[in-house]
């Protein structure tokens, strides 16, 4: 079975643009999390997605955003970038709502500048 | 939010030698997980284990729900196992993993 994918893989944005991640979460798996790790603040949620719903949402600001489609695929979404949103974005999958175990994609890394 | 301690911060090992890493946490969980990410980044998913004992290989784990800890140990490491290791819990209907610190594991050939 194949793991979790998330696109692109690295990217380069400057400030004040807008940016779009892609995860795919592991066939089967219905819910999708999604989170930011930064040598200073470590590995911190942002939100996380079931069923199209959001079910829960990290201390972030509101120019982060997400979504979920119905095939499970996700998107989040970054507007108006800051220099210090340059990260490792994770994104985890798994199963169902009380089988919690979670597989994460490579991550796409994010440079602002 | 609920609190993730991870000790030591730093551990050098020589090739052979075992070792134990800790994990304490603040409330009640329903799901533990051990990682060991790789120098690209991605999070190698290690043990599931809210509770009990589990082995796999060279590793295994320990939780201790009641007492709020859990364990990780590596036995007669090798290179491969440098990297950094996490220890990442849920409380019970949070539906997000809280991540510790981690542990910078290097050995030494």
């Known amino acids: 079975k194949a793991g979790v994918t998330q696109t692109p893989r690295y990217l380069i944005k400057t400030r004040g643009q807008q940016v779009t991640l892609s995860c795919s979460p592991i066939?089967?798996?219905?819910?999708v999390s999604w989170y930011q790790q930064t040598p200073g603040q470590g590995l911190q949620f942002l939100f996380e997605y079931f069923s199209e719903t959001q079910r829960n949402k990290g201390n972030f600001p509101g120019r982060f955003s997400g979504r979920q489609f119905s095939n499970s695929r996700s998107e989040m979404n970054v507007s108006t970038l800051e220099l210090g949103d340059s990260a490792l974005y994770l994104c985890a999958s798994s199963l169902e709502v009380n089988v919690n175990e979670q597989y994460f994609g490579p991550g796409t890394r994010l440079t602002v500048t | 939010g609920i609190q993730v301690e991870q000790s030591p911060p730093d551990l050098i090992l020589q090739e052979g030698a075992n070792s134990t890493l800790r994990c304490n946490f603040s409330?009640?969980?329903?799901?533990l997980q051990w990682f060991h990410q790789n120098p690209w980044g991605q999070l190698i998913n290690l043990f599931y284990?809210?509770?009990g004992t589990k082995q796999n290989g060279r590793l295994s784990a320990t939780t201790v729900a009641t007492e709020r800890y859990s364990l990780l140990y590596i036995s007669s490491s090798q290179t491969t196992d440098s990297g950094v290791y996490f220890c990442a819990v849920e409380r019970r209907s949070d539906y997000k993993l809280s991540f510790g610190a981690g542990t910078t594991v290097t050995v030494r050939a």
């Open positions: 284990i809210p509770s």
């Open positions: 066939s089967g798996h219905r819910s």
């Open positions: 409330d009640s969980v329903n799901n």
